[in-house]
């Protein structure tokens, strides 16, 4: 387990990734449900006629060892936690 950078001609963003021969060579597979890893940044424009959904299937990435997250990711990370906090209350008298 390991982060590597993912780039496509559309953008780029680094996840946590584990190699494995379980998945065909030349093959990759995120999941695009959490907004942290930035992966719609690596999908085309282009979108399926009948479910508008990203060609997901068709993008050409790359995929390279990575010192950690995108610039766009520590950013998002730091507003989460922010907006996580709970206030203090003040104490009623």
């Known amino acids: 387990l390991g982060v590597v950078?993912?780039?496509s001609r559309s953008g780029e963003t680094t996840l946590r990734a584990l190699i494995t021969d379980r998945v065909s060579p030349?093959?990759?597979?995120?999941?695009?449900?959490?907004?942290?890893?930035?992966?719609?940044?690596i999908t085309t424009d282009f979108s399926d006629w009948a479910t508008n959904c990203p060609e997901y299937k068709v993008t050409a990435v790359q995929v390279a060892?990575?010192?950690?997250?995108?610039?766009?990711?520590?950013?998002?990370n730091e507003q989460a936690k922010q907006s996580r906090r709970i206030a203090p209350l003040e104490a009623a008298e």
């Open 26 to 41: 030349g093959v990759v597979y995120t999941t695009f449900h959490h907004p942290d890893t930035q992966a719609n940044v």
């Open 65 to 76: 060892p990575s010192n950690g997250p995108t610039e766009w990711q520590r950013d998002y």
């Open 5 to 7: 950078r993912m780039a």
